[in-house]
C-alpha cells in the first residue's frame, strides 16, 4: 500500500466540509426510517441493523448509526455483487442475499442492495442490512448454535434480484415467504429495509444534483483520503512493534473447546495489520464467524482508540490489514454453519482489545460482560399461532484506565437495547420474574468491572423450545494492570426449587408452562490493583448495596466500621499494608 | 380593533366544542369593551436576561423590557421588570389580567443536579430498571462515556411485592402493612419526595393507586409521583424514568412557584398566574406544581409557539422557526399552523439531532414536547482546524467569559460571530444595542492565525468558510425536522430569531430552497411574545394495547371519559374570553410495528365508515412518512387512545402595527456607519453595503447586499437576495432560486 501525502489543504476544504456532513446525514436518515418501519423487536428495540452507502465501485463512502461491529460487512456484500452482477445491474434493480459465503454474514442477517442511477449512469449503491427474527431452518429464530452445517440453518439466498428493473422477484418473495415461520414479521422487516436504501438513494441524488457528477466524485475521494489521513495519524501514535494476546470461548457446545483466539497486531509507520495466526481451527458447531465479520470486528476495536468523529467508510479500512489462515473459527470454509457467529465476533474485539492495551496503554478498558448471550423461545400462542422471540443480552464494561466499567450498557461493539419487560408481557406468554443487578459480582480492581445482570424468564402456557448462547463461565472476562478477572455467567433452570438445575452455556431445551430459566450475565474485569481503590467509592459501592461489606473487606482490604456508613481508617491501613492483592491478577 | 377570533380557522372541522364547565354568563366570543384596557404580562427568564413584555388587551399598547437576569434571587428582575412595564404602560396593577412565565427551572434543576433527595417504589424484582435503562450509549467508539448517573440511588429505590401481568390481571396485592413499613424507611432516610411506578400499572392501576393512597396518608410531607398518573403508557423504563424526573424536580419547582407568585401577588397583581408547558400550552401554576415534568422544555417552546403565531398572524400556514443564539441553534416546523409533538425527550443528552439513534445520553422524559431538533453551533462557537486538515465548528463554545475574540476579554479562539464581525456583517464597534464593544484587529487576528494560515486562506476566505460551515451545521436540525420526517423545506418559510439567527438565515433558506425569510421586530425577546398568545393546554392518553377490533362504541365512550375528566381539570379562573376546544387522536400501528403514527380523529366515531376513514389516513401517512403502504388488509392496531384539550384564548396579537412592537424603547441609538464593505464569498467579493435600521426599510423591496441594524440582533441580505418591511414590521427577505432543485 502506498503512502499518501498528506495534502496542506482540500481543493475547497468548505464544500468538503459541508458535503461530508450531508453524506453522513442520509445515511443516518436510512437508519431512522428502519427504526421506525420495522416489525421485529431484536430490529426496532435491539437496533440490530446497519445502513450504509457505497459509490459505484463498491466501496463505502458513509454509514449510518447503527451496530458498529457490521461496519465491515456491506462494502464486502457490494463486492460479491460487483463480481457476479458486473454487467448486469440496471435502474430499478434491488438486490437481497444472506449466503456467508457470498457476501452475508450469518442467515438471518438479510443484506437489500439498492443500486443507485443517476439517469442512465449507475453511481452508487445504498445497502441496509438487518438481523431478521426468523430465516427457517431447524430451529426458531436461526440463531441456534448447535447446528452442524449451514443446511440446518436456513433459507440460503445467494446475491438475487428482488426486483429486476421495478418488477418484484415474486418467485424469491414467495419462497422466503414460505421458508420461515413468521412471514408477516420477516416480509415487514424487508420492507422496512427496502424504505432505508430508497431513503438513501433520494439523498445521494440529491447531492449529485447539488454538486455534480464530477464534483461529487471528487468530494469522494478527498472523503476517503481524509480519513484514511486521520486513521494514519491514529495509528502513529502507537509505538512500532508486535503486540500479541489470546482470549478464549469456553466450548463449542459439542464439548470441544477452549477455542483460542490469538491475535499479532504488526504497528509501524501509521498502518497496521491484524494477524489471528494460531487461532482455534474453524468448530463443528455456528460459533464460526465470516472473514467479513472478523475485519468488522477489527475495525471496531481500533475505532475506539481513534477519535469519535472520524467517518466510517473505505478510507478508515486502507491503513489496516486483516490477516486469517483459512480454516480457522474466524475465517472458516465454504459452507461452515455460522448462526451464532456474534459471540466469537465479539470476542474477536476484545481479544484485539487486549493487544491494544500492550501497545497504547491507558486507553482500553479491561474486558466487559461481552455479549456473549443470545436467549431464544418458540412456541405457540393459545389460537395456535407460532411466536419465535429472540433477545440478546448485556451487561456493562470492564473497569477502564480511569473509571469504573459502566454497570449496565451493551458492549461497545454491539450497541443493542433490551426489550422492554412489559412489552414481552403484553405480547408473549412469558413474563419476567426479574431484572437487576447482582451484588458482588464483577471484577475487582481500582477501578472494578461492571456488575452481572439477572435476567429471569417464566413460561406461562404451552410449551416453548428455549435455545441459549453464552459464555464466560470457565474463561472470564481479562482484568488489566493488576485488576481482577470478571465473575462467571450462569443459566438456571427452575431456581430455588427442587428442580434446580444449572444448564450448560449453550442449550436447547422443551420448556413446560411454569418453567423459570435465570440467565446471570458474566461480570466484567477490573482494571489496576483493587488495593489502589479510593476507600471513598468502595464506600459508595457499599452504600449503594453494589457491594457488601464482607466483599469489599476480602476483595479490597477495606474494613467499615459497624454502623456500615463509614470506613475504619486503621483497621483499613492494616489489611491493605500486610495483605498481598487476595487473588493473583491474570495480566 | 386588532382581534383575531378566526385563530385556528383552519382547524374548524376538527373542532369539537364543548361548553365551559362552570360556564358564567359571559359570550366567549365576545369581549367586553371594558375589558379593553387590561393587559397581559409575560415573563420569561434566562441565564443572562429576564425579558418582561406587556400587551393591552386591545393591542394597542405593546412594551418590552429586558433586565440583567439575577440569578437565585430571580424575583428581583422579574419584579423591577414588572414596574417597569406597568409604568411605561400606564396599566394600574389592578388591572393585569394575567402573568404567564416561561421557566428553564426544571431543566435547570435536573441539569445542575439540584433536585429533591428523591425515592422510588417498585415491583418486586424491579429495582434496578431504572439504572439498567435502555443499555444503549450515546456515541458509538466511545470506551470512556459516563453514564448520566441515576436520578434516585440504588439505596433510595425500593420494592413492594406485588405483581399484576400484561394483560392486568392482578397476580399479587401488596399489604398495608408492608407499605407502612416502608412509610417509616422513607421518614427514616428523609426522603423528599417519592416516585411510583408499578410493572404493569399502565395497563391496571389497582395495586399502584392502593399504595400511592397510603404513602400520601403515612407521609402526608412527601409529595408522592403515581406513574399511572404521569404516564399511564406502555415500556417500564420510559414511564418510570418520567415519574422520576417529576419526583426530582417537584419540591423545587413547587418552592419556585409559590416564591414568584407570592412576590406578583405583593405587587397586589392578583390574577391567574400560567406557565408555558413542553408543548407549547398553558397550565395553572398549581397544576405545574404537580405535574412539572411538563415544564422541562418551557423556554424553547414559546419560541416556536411565538412562530406559530406570526405565520397565522401573516397567513402562513407552514414555517420553520429558527432560533440561534450563542452556543446552539434549534429549528422545529408549523405546518398547517400546528407545532409537531415529540413523544419522547433525553433531559440533559446534550444535542439530540439524531433523535432516536443516539439513546441513552439522558434522562428520558415521555412527555408530549415541541419537536426542536437541536445543534451546537451559535455565535459562540469555536472554529478549529482537526487531524485531518479539515476545518470544523464546535461544538465547543466561547461561551460568555472570555466569549469571541472580538470581545477583547482575553479570548483568541475564532468564533462565528468574529467571522461576522471579519466579513463586516456585525458592527464594528460595538453589539447588543451598544452594550458590548467590538475590536474587529481581534477578530482578525484569531481567524488568521487558527484557520487562514493553517489551510492556506486569505483571511476574508476563512471567515466566510466558518460562515458556512456554521451553516451547514445548523442545517441539520432543520433537516432533522422536515426531509427526515417527510416534509420538503421548499414548502416552509423560515422564521428567523434570536441574537445570531437573522444574520445566517437567508444563506442557509437558499440551500434548502426555501424562498423566503422572516426575520419578526424584537427578534432578540421573540419567545416572551410567544407566552402571550399561547393557548392552555391539557393532555389525556389512555393505554388501549393492541387492539384490532376497532370497536366504535368502545372508542367513543372512552374518548367521552376522557374529555368529561380533562374540562374539569381545566382552570377557568380568568376573566378572559376564550373557548374550550378538544382534540381525539388515536396511536396506530400496524400489528408487530414498534412505532404508532398518531391519527386525528375527525367527528364522532360512529360506525364502520368512520373506522375506515381512520385506516385510510393512517396508510396514508404511513406512505407519507415512511414511502410505503403496507398491504391491504394488513392488520392493523390501536396502542392509545389521546385527547388534547385547548382553552382557546381570545387575545390580541402584538404583531400589529400599531402596538408599538417596533419600538425600541428607550434603548440607546446604534451608531453605525452608514455603508460597510461587507464579503459575500468568492463570487462577490468584498461590497459596499448599506447599513440600515429596519424603520428605514421600505415598504417596497431593497436589494442586496443590505444589512439591517436591530438594538438585539442583525439581518444580513446578501446580494441578488431582496428585502422589504411588511405591515407589522417583519423583515421579509425573497431568496433567489438556487437553480437547482433535488428530485425530492
Given at each position: 500500500?502506498?503512502?499518501?501525502?498528506?495534502?496542506?489543504?482540500?481543493?475547497?476544504?468548505?464544500?468538503?466540509?459541508v458535503a461530508?456532513?450531508?453524506?453522513?446525514?442520509?445515511?443516518?436518515?436510512?437508519?431512522?426510517t428502519?427504526?421506525?418501519?420495522?416489525?421485529s423487536?431484536?430490529?426496532?428495540?435491539?437496533?440490530?441493523?446497519s445502513?450504509?452507502?457505497?459509490?459505484?465501485?463498491?466501496?463505502?463512502?458513509?454509514?449510518?448509526?447503527?451496530?458498529?461491529?457490521?461496519l465491515?460487512?456491506?462494502?464486502?456484500?457490494?463486492?460479491f455483487?460487483?463480481?457476479?452482477?458486473?454487467?448486469?445491474?440496471?435502474?430499478?434493480?434491488?438486490f437481497?442475499?444472506?449466503?456467508?459465503?457470498?457476501?452475508?454474514?450469518?442467515?438471518?442477517?438479510l443484506?437489500?442492495?439498492r443500486?443507485i442511477?443517476q439517469?442512465h449512469?449507475?453511481?452508487?449503491?445504498?445497502?441496509?442490512?438487518?438481523?431478521?427474527?426468523?430465516?427457517?431452518?431447524?430451529?426458531?429464530?436461526?440463531?441456534?448454535?448447535?447446528?452442524?452445517?449451514?443446511?440446518?440453518?436456513?433459507?440460503?439466498?445467494?446475491?438475487?434480484?428482488?426486483?429486476?428493473?421495478?418488477?418484484?422477484?415474486?418467485?424469491?418473495?414467495?419462497?422466503?415467504?414460505?421458508?420461515?415461520?413468521?412471514?408477516?414479521?420477516v416480509?415487514?422487516?424487508?420492507?422496512?429495509?427496502?424504505?432505508?436504501?430508497?431513503?438513501?438513494?433520494v439523498?445521494?441524488?440529491?447531492?449529485?444534483?447539488?454538486?455534480?457528477?464530477?464534483?461529487?466524485?471528487?468530494?469522494?475521494?478527498?472523503?476517503?483520503?481524509?480519513?484514511?489521513?486521520?486513521?494514519?495519524t491514529?495509528?502513529?501514535?502507537?509505538?512500532?512493534?508486535?503486540?500479541?494476546?489470546?482470549?478464549?470461548?469456553?466450548?463449542?457446545?459439542?464439548?470441544?473447546?477452549?477455542?483460542?483466539?490469538?491475535v499479532?497486531?504488526?504497528?509501524?509507520?501509521?498502518?497496521?495489520t491484524?494477524?489471528?495466526?494460531?487461532?482455534?481451527?474453524?468448530?463443528?458447531?455456528?460459533?464460526?464467524?465470516?472473514?467479513?465479520?472478523?475485519?468488522?470486528?477489527?475495525?471496531?476495536?481500533?475505532?475506539?482508540?481513534?477519535?469519535?468523529?472520524?467517518p466510517?467508510?473505505?478510507?478508515?479500512?486502507?491503513?489496516?490489514?486483516?490477516?486469517?489462515p483459512?480454516?480457522?473459527?474466524?475465517?472458516?470454509?465454504?459452507?461452515?454453519?455460522?448462526?451464532?457467529r456474534?459471540?466469537?465476533?465479539?470476542?474477536?474485539?476484545?481479544?484485539?482489545?487486549?493487544?491494544?492495551?500492550?501497545a497504547?496503554?491507558?486507553r482500553?478498558?479491561?474486558?466487559?460482560?461481552?455479549?456473549?448471550?443470545?436467549?431464544?423461545?418458540?412456541?405457540?400462542?393459545?389460537?395456535?399461532?407460532?411466536?419465535?422471540?429472540?433477545?440478546?443480552?448485556?451487561?456493562?464494561?470492564?473497569?477502564?484506565?480511569?473509571?469504573?466499567?459502566?454497570?449496565?450498557?451493551?458492549?461497545?461493539?454491539?450497541n443493542?437495547s433490551?426489550?422492554?419487560?412489559?412489552e414481552?408481557?403484553?405480547?408473549?406468554?412469558?413474563?419476567?420474574?426479574?431484572?437487576?443487578?447482582?451484588?458482588?459480582?464483577g471484577?475487582?480492581?481500582?477501578?472494578?468491572?461492571?456488575?452481572?445482570?439477572?435476567?429471569?424468564?417464566?413460561?406461562?402456557?404451552?410449551?416453548?423450545?428455549?435455545?441459549?448462547?453464552?459464555?464466560?463461565?470457565?474463561?472470564?472476562?481479562?482484568?488489566?494492570?493488576?485488576?481482577?478477572?470478571?465473575?462467571?455467567?450462569?443459566?438456571?433452570?427452575?431456581?430455588?426449587?427442587?428442580?434446580?438445575?444449572?444448564?450448560?452455556?449453550?442449550v436447547?431445551?422443551?420448556?413446560?408452562?411454569?418453567?423459570?430459566?435465570?440467565?446471570?450475565?458474566?461480570?466484567?474485569?477490573?482494571?489496576?490493583?483493587?488495593?489502589?481503590?479510593?476507600?471513598?467509592?468502595?464506600?459508595?459501592?457499599?452504600?449503594?448495596?453494589?457491594?457488601?461489606?464482607?466483599?469489599v473487606?476480602r476483595?479490597?482490604?477495606?474494613?467499615?466500621?459497624?454502623?456500615?456508613?463509614?470506613?475504619?481508617?486503621?483497621?483499613?491501613?492494616?489489611?491493605?499494608g500486610?495483605?498481598?492483592?487476595?487473588?493473583?491478577?491474570?495480566d | 380593533?386588532?382581534?383575531?377570533?378566526?385563530?385556528?380557522?383552519?382547524?374548524?372541522?376538527?373542532?369539537?366544542?364543548?361548553?365551559?364547565?362552570?360556564?358564567?354568563?359571559?359570550?366567549?366570543?365576545?369581549?367586553e369593551?371594558?375589558?379593553?384596557?387590561?393587559?397581559?404580562?409575560?415573563?420569561?427568564?434566562?441565564?443572562?436576561?429576564?425579558?418582561?413584555?406587556?400587551?393591552?388587551?386591545d393591542?394597542?399598547?405593546?412594551?418590552?423590557?429586558?433586565?440583567?437576569?439575577?440569578?437565585?434571587?430571580?424575583?428581583?428582575?422579574?419584579l423591577?421588570?414588572?414596574?417597569?412595564?406597568?409604568?411605561?404602560a400606564?396599566?394600574?396593577?389592578?388591572?393585569?389580567?394575567?402573568?404567564?412565565?416561561?421557566?428553564?427551572?426544571?431543566?435547570?434543576?435536573?441539569?445542575?443536579?439540584?433536585?429533591?433527595?428523591t425515592?422510588?417504589?417498585?415491583?418486586?424484582g424491579?429495582?434496578?430498571?431504572?439504572?439498567?435503562?435502555?443499555?444503549?450509549?450515546?456515541?458509538?467508539?466511545?470506551?470512556?462515556?459516563?453514564?448520566?448517573?441515576?436520578?434516585?440511588?440504588?439505596?433510595?429505590?425500593?420494592?413492594?411485592?406485588?405483581?399484576?401481568?400484561?394483560?392486568?390481571?392482578?397476580?399479587?396485592?401488596?399489604?398495608?402493612?408492608?407499605?407502612?413499613?416502608l412509610?417509616?424507611?422513607?421518614?427514616d432516610r428523609?426522603?423528599?419526595?417519592?416516585?411510583?411506578c408499578?410493572?404493569?400499572?399502565?395497563?391496571?392501576?389497582?395495586?399502584?393507586?392502593?399504595?400511592?393512597?397510603?404513602?400520601?396518608?403515612?407521609?402526608?410531607?412527601?409529595?408522592?409521583?403515581?406513574?399511572?398518573e404521569?404516564?399511564?403508557?406502555?415500556r417500564?423504563?420510559?414511564?418510570?424514568?418520567?415519574?422520576?424526573?417529576?419526583?426530582?424536580?417537584?419540591?423545587?419547582?413547587?418552592?419556585?412557584l409559590?416564591?414568584?407568585?407570592?412576590?406578583?401577588h405583593?405587587?397586589?397583581?392578583?390574577?391567574?398566574i400560567?406557565?408555558?408547558?413542553?408543548?407549547?400550552?398553558?397550565?395553572?401554576?398549581?397544576?405545574?406544581?404537580?405535574?412539572?415534568?411538563?415544564?422541562?422544555?418551557?423556554?424553547?417552546?414559546?419560541?416556536?409557539?411565538?412562530?406559530?403565531?406570526?405565520?397565522?398572524?401573516?397567513?402562513k400556514?407552514?414555517?420553520?422557526?429558527?432560533?440561534?443564539?450563542?452556543?446552539?441553534?434549534?429549528?422545529?416546523v408549523?405546518?398547517n399552523?400546528?407545532?409537531f409533538?415529540?413523544?419522547?425527550?433525553?433531559?440533559?443528552?446534550?444535542?439530540?439531532?439524531?433523535?432516536?439513534?443516539?439513546?441513552?445520553?439522558?434522562?428520558?422524559?415521555?412527555?408530549?414536547?415541541?419537536?426542536?431538533?437541536?445543534?451546537?453551533?451559535?455565535?459562540?462557537?469555536?472554529?478549529?482546524?482537526?487531524?485531518?486538515?479539515?476545518?470544523r465548528?464546535?461544538?465547543?463554545?466561547a461561551?460568555?467569559d472570555?466569549?469571541?475574540?472580538?470581545?477583547?476579554?482575553?479570548?483568541?479562539?475564532?468564533?462565528?460571530?468574529?467571522?461576522?464581525?471579519v466579513?463586516?456583517y456585525?458592527?464594528?464597534?460595538?453589539?447588543?444595542?451598544?452594550?458590548?464593544?467590538?475590536?474587529?484587529?481581534?477578530?482578525?487576528?484569531?481567524?488568521?492565525?487558527?484557520?487562514?494560515v493553517?489551510?492556506?486562506l486569505d483571511?476574508?476566505?476563512?471567515?466566510?468558510?466558518?460562515?458556512?460551515?456554521?451553516?451547514?451545521?445548523?442545517?441539520?436540525?432543520?433537516?432533522?425536522?422536515?426531509s427526515?420526517?417527510?416534509?420538503?423545506?421548499?414548502?416552509?418559510?423560515l422564521?428567523?430569531?434570536?441574537?445570531?439567527?437573522?444574520?445566517?438565515?437567508?444563506?442557509m433558506?437558499?440551500e434548502?430552497?426555501?424562498?423566503?425569510?422572516?426575520?419578526?421586530?424584537?427578534s432578540?425577546l421573540?419567545?416572551?411574545?410567544?407566552?402571550?398568545?399561547?393557548?392552555?393546554?391539557e393532555?389525556?392518553?389512555?393505554?388501549?394495547?393492541?387492539?384490532?377490533?376497532?370497536?366504535?362504541?368502545?372508542?367513543?365512550?372512552?374518548?367521552?371519559?376522557?374529555e368529561?375528566?380533562?374540562?374539569?381539570?381545566?382552570?377557568?379562573?380568568?376573566?378572559?374570553?376564550?373557548?374550550?376546544?378538544?382534540?381525539?387522536?388515536?396511536?396506530?400501528?400496524?400489528v408487530?410495528?414498534?412505532?404508532?403514527?398518531r391519527?386525528?380523529?375527525?367527528?364522532?366515531?360512529?360506525?364502520?365508515?368512520?373506522?375506515?376513514?381512520?385506516?385510510?389516513r393512517?396508510?396514508?401517512?404511513?406512505?407519507?412518512?415512511?414511502?410505503?403502504?403496507?398491504?391491504?388488509?394488513q392488520?392493523?392496531?390501536?396502542?392509545?387512545?389521546?385527547?388534547?384539550?385547548?382553552?382557546?384564548?381570545?387575545?390580541?396579537?402584538?404583531?400589529?402595527?400599531?402596538?408599538?412592537?417596533?419600538?425600541?424603547?428607550?434603548?440607546?441609538?446604534?451608531?453605525?456607519?452608514?455603508?460597510?464593505?461587507?464579503?459575500?464569498?468568492?463570487?462577490?467579493?468584498?461590497?459596499?453595503?448599506?447599513?440600515?435600521?429596519?424603520?428605514a426599510?421600505?415598504?417596497?423591496?431593497?436589494?442586496?447586499?443590505?444589512?439591517?441594524?436591530?438594538?438585539?440582533?442583525?439581518?444580513?441580505?446578501?446580494?441578488?437576495?431582496s428585502?422589504?418591511l411588511d405591515?407589522?414590521?417583519?423583515?421579509?427577505?425573497?431568496?433567489p432560486?438556487?437553480?437547482?432543485?433535488?428530485?425530492?
Open positions: 500500500m502506498t503512502t499518501v501525502q498528506p495534502r496542506s489543504a482540500f481543493d475547497d476544504p468548505i464544500t468538503f466540509e461530508k456532513n450531508a453524506l453522513r446525514s442520509v445515511a443516518d436518515e436510512m437508519a431512522i428502519v427504526l421506525r418501519t420495522a416489525h423487536q431484536n430490529i426496532r428495540e435491539s437496533m440490530d441493523f445502513t450504509g452507502l457505497c459509490d459505484a465501485a463498491g466501496r463505502l463512502i458513509a454509514q449510518g448509526v447503527g451496530i458498529p461491529v457490521q465491515g460487512a456491506i462494502p464486502d456484500a457490494v463486492h455483487l460487483l463480481a457476479k452482477y458486473a454487467r448486469d445491474i440496471y435502474p430499478g434493480d434491488v437481497i442475499l444472506n449466503d456467508p459465503d457470498e457476501g452475508g454474514m450469518h442467515l438471518p442477517d443484506f437489500v442492495v443500486p442511477f439517469g449512469l449507475h453511481v452508487g449503491f445504498a445497502a441496509c442490512v438487518a438481523h431478521h427474527a426468523d430465516i427457517g431452518g431447524r430451529t426458531p429464530g436461526g440463531n441456534a448454535v448447535d447446528s452442524t452445517d449451514i443446511f440446518q440453518e436456513g433459507l440460503q439466498i445467494p446475491i438475487l434480484k428482488l426486483y429486476e428493473q421495478g418488477r418484484e422477484n415474486r418467485t424469491l418473495v414467495e419462497i422466503l415467504g414460505r421458508n420461515v415461520r413468521i412471514p408477516e414479521t416480509l415487514g422487516d424487508l420492507q422496512a429495509q427496502l424504505a432505508a436504501t430508497r431513503i438513501g438513494e439523498g445521494v441524488l440529491r447531492l449529485l444534483d447539488r454538486y455534480g457528477t464530477d464534483g461529487f466524485a471528487n468530494l469522494v475521494e478527498e472523503l476517503l483520503d481524509y480519513t484514511e489521513r486521520r486513521v494514519r491514529e495509528l502513529a501514535r502507537i509505538t512500532p512493534g508486535i503486540y500479541s494476546f489470546e482470549d478464549h470461548i469456553d466450548t463449542d457446545g459439542f464439548g470441544s473447546g477452549p477455542i483460542r483466539i490469538k499479532s497486531l504488526s504497528v509501524s509507520a501509521g498502518q497496521l491484524a494477524d489471528f495466526n494460531g487461532t482455534s481451527t474453524q468448530v463443528k458447531s455456528a460459533l464460526n464467524a465470516t472473514m467479513s465479520f472478523t475485519k468488522s470486528a477489527v475495525y471496531t476495536a481500533l475505532r475506539c482508540i481513534m477519535q469519535d468523529d472520524i466510517g467508510n473505505a478510507g478508515l479500512f486502507r491503513p489496516i490489514t486483516v490477516k486469517a483459512i480454516g480457522t473459527i474466524v475465517n472458516p470454509t465454504r459452507g461452515a454453519p455460522r448462526a451464532a456474534g459471540l466469537t465476533g465479539f470476542r474477536v474485539v476484545e481479544t484485539v482489545f487486549g493487544a491494544l492495551h500492550h497504547l496503554p491507558g482500553v478498558p479491561a474486558a466487559g460482560e461481552g455479549a456473549a448471550t443470545m436467549i431464544s423461545f418458540a412456541g405457540h400462542y393459545a389460537n395456535g399461532r407460532p411466536f419465535v422471540y429472540v433477545e440478546f443480552s448485556a451487561g456493562g464494561w470492564g473497569g477502564r484506565p480511569d473509571r469504573d466499567g459502566v454497570d449496565g450498557t451493551s458492549c461497545i461493539e454491539g443493542i433490551n426489550v422492554p419487560i412489559e414481552v408481557e403484553l405480547t408473549l406468554p412469558l413474563r419476567v420474574e426479574q431484572y437487576g443487578f447482582v451484588p458482588d459480582t471484577g475487582s480492581g481500582k477501578w472494578r468491572g461492571c456488575l452481572s445482570i439477572v435476567r429471569e424468564f417464566r413460561l406461562l402456557s404451552g410449551e416453548a423450545l428455549l435455545h441459549m448462547r453464552s459464555d464466560r463461565r470457565r474463561f472470564l472476562p481479562y482484568g488489566l494492570s493488576g485488576g481482577h478477572k470478571g465473575t462467571p455467567s450462569w443459566n438456571i433452570l427452575n431456581p430455588d426449587t427442587i428442580e434446580e438445575e444449572v444448564l450448560p452455556t449453550h436447547s431445551r422443551l420448556l413446560h408452562a411454569g418453567d423459570v430459566i435465570r440467565h446471570v450475565s458474566a461480570g466484567g474485569g477490573g482494571f489496576g490493583d483493587p488495593f489502589e481503590r479510593d476507600p471513598k467509592n468502595i464506600l459508595e459501592d457499599v452504600l449503594e448495596q453494589k457491594l457488601s461489606a464482607e466483599y473487606r476483595n479490597y482490604g477495606v474494613e467499615l466500621n459497624p454502623d456500615g456508613t463509614s470506613i475504619d481508617s486503621r483497621r483499613t491501613a492494616e489489611l491493605r500486610s495483605a498481598q492483592a487476595p487473588v493473583s491478577p491474570n | 380593533m386588532e382581534f383575531h377570533g378566526k385563530r385556528h380557522a383552519f382547524k374548524l372541522k376538527e373542532r369539537l366544542e364543548v361548553p365551559l364547565p362552570d360556564n358564567n354568563a359571559r359570550n366567549s366570543n365576545q369581549p369593551q371594558a375589558d379593553l384596557h387590561k393587559a397581559v404580562i409575560g415573563v420569561d427568564i434566562g441565564g443572562t436576561f429576564t425579558d418582561v413584555v406587556l400587551l393591552r388587551r393591542g394597542k399598547e405593546f412594551v418590552k423590557k429586558k433586565i440583567p437576569s439575577t440569578g437565585p434571587r430571580f424575583a428581583d428582575a422579574v423591577r421588570g414588572v414596574d417597569s412595564v406597568l409604568a411605561e400606564q396599566v394600574g396593577a389592578a388591572d393585569v389580567s394575567m402573568v404567564i412565565h416561561g421557566t428553564t427551572v426544571a431543566t435547570n434543576a435536573i441539569l445542575e443536579d439540584r433536585g429533591a433527595r425515592a422510588l417504589v417498585t415491583t418486586k424491579f429495582r434496578d430498571v431504572l439504572e439498567i435503562g435502555r443499555l444503549r450509549h450515546p456515541s458509538m467508539f466511545d470506551y470512556f462515556w459516563r453514564k448520566p448517573k441515576p436520578l434516585v440511588p440504588r439505596h433510595l429505590r425500593f420494592e413492594i411485592d406485588e405483581r399484576s401481568d400484561g394483560m392486568g390481571n392482578i397476580d399479587r396485592h401488596p399489604t398495608e402493612e408492608s407499605v407502612e413499613a412509610a417509616t424507611i422513607l421518614k428523609h426522603v423528599e419526595s417519592l416516585a411510583v408499578f410493572i404493569n400499572s399502565y395497563r391496571n392501576h389497582m395495586n399502584e393507586e392502593f399504595v400511592v393512597r397510603l404513602l400520601r396518608r403515612f407521609c402526608p410531607d412527601i409529595h408522592v409521583s403515581a406513574s399511572h404521569i404516564l399511564p403508557e406502555m417500564e423504563y420510559e414511564r418510570t424514568s418520567t415519574t422520576v424526573v417529576n419526583a426530582f424536580i417537584q419540591p423545587v419547582v413547587r418552592s419556585y409559590a416564591d414568584l407568585v407570592s412576590h406578583i405583593e405587587r397586589s397583581i392578583d390574577c391567574p400560567l406557565i408555558m408547558q413542553s408543548n407549547g400550552g398553558l397550565i395553572s401554576s398549581d397544576a405545574a406544581r404537580l405535574k412539572p415534568v411538563h415544564l422541562v422544555e418551557s423556554g424553547p417552546a414559546a419560541g416556536v409557539t411565538a412562530a406559530r403565531h406570526l405565520a397565522e398572524r401573516i397567513g400556514a407552514n414555517v420553520i422557526a429558527f432560533d440561534m443564539g450563542g452556543t446552539t441553534a434549534k429549528a422545529s408549523v405546518e399552523g400546528q407545532t409533538e415529540a413523544d419522547e425527550y433525553e433531559v440533559g443528552a446534550g444535542m439530540h439531532h439524531q433523535g432516536v439513534l443516539a439513546k441513552g445520553g439522558g434522562y428520558t422524559i415521555r412527555i408530549p414536547s415541541i419537536d426542536i431538533a437541536e445543534v451546537g453551533a451559535g455565535g459562540g462557537s469555536i472554529a478549529w482546524i482537526d487531524e485531518g486538515g479539515a476545518p465548528i464546535g461544538p465547543h463554545s461561551g460568555a472570555p466569549g469571541p475574540a472580538c470581545y477583547g476579554r482575553g479570548g483568541t479562539d475564532p468564533t462565528v460571530s468574529d467571522a461576522c464581525v466579513l463586516g456585525f458592527s464594528q464597534t460595538a453589539l447588543a444595542g451598544g452594550a458590548q464593544p467590538v475590536t474587529p484587529r481581534y477578530a482578525l487576528e484569531a481567524i488568521n492565525n487558527c484557520i487562514a493553517p489551510l492556506g483571511v476574508a476566505s476563512a471567515a466566510y468558510g466558518i460562515y458556512s460551515i456554521v451553516i451547514a451545521n445548523m442545517s441539520k436540525a432543520v433537516r432533522a425536522i422536515t427526515e420526517r417527510g416534509r420538503d423545506p421548499r414548502d416552509f418559510t422564521v428567523a430569531f434570536g441574537g445570531a439567527g437573522p444574520a445566517h438565515a437567508a444563506v433558506a437558499r434548502f430552497g426555501i424562498e423566503t425569510v422572516i426575520v419578526p421586530p424584537a432578540g421573540f419567545s416572551s411574545l410567544g407566552l402571550l398568545v399561547a393557548d392552555l393546554q393532555h389525556a392518553v389512555l393505554s388501549y394495547p393492541l387492539r384490532t377490533d376497532f370497536d366504535p362504541e368502545l372508542i367513543t365512550r372512552s374518548f367521552c371519559a376522557m368529561e375528566r380533562i374540562a374539569r381539570n381545566m382552570i377557568s379562573n380568568t376573566d378572559e374570553p376564550d373557548v374550550v376546544r378538544m382534540e381525539r387522536y388515536i396511536d396506530v400501528r400496524y408487530g410495528q414498534g412505532y404508532a403514527l391519527i386525528p380523529v375527525l367527528g364522532e366515531v360512529a360506525d364502520s365508515t368512520a373506522i375506515l376513514d381512520i385506516r385510510n393512517f396508510e396514508l401517512e404511513h406512505g407519507r412518512v415512511y414511502g410505503h403502504r403496507g398491504d391491504t388488509g392488520a392493523i392496531e390501536i396502542v392509545n387512545l389521546r385527547l388534547r384539550a385547548f382553552r382557546q384564548r381570545m387575545v390580541a396579537s402584538p404583531f400589529a402595527a400599531d402596538s408599538g412592537l417596533l419600538g425600541d424603547g428607550h434603548a440607546k441609538p446604534i451608531h453605525s456607519d452608514p455603508v460597510r464593505r461587507a464579503y459575500f464569498g468568492a463570487a462577490h467579493g468584498h461590497l459596499d453595503t448599506p447599513v440600515l435600521k429596519r424603520t426599510l421600505a415598504k417596497a423591496a431593497v436589494t442586496g447586499p443590505v444589512i439591517v441594524e436591530d438594538m438585539d440582533a442583525t439581518t444580513v441580505v446578501p446580494p441578488g437576495y428585502a422589504m405591515d407589522v414590521g417583519n423583515i421579509v427577505i425573497a431568496i432560486s438556487s437553480g437547482q432543485r433535488g428530485n425530492n
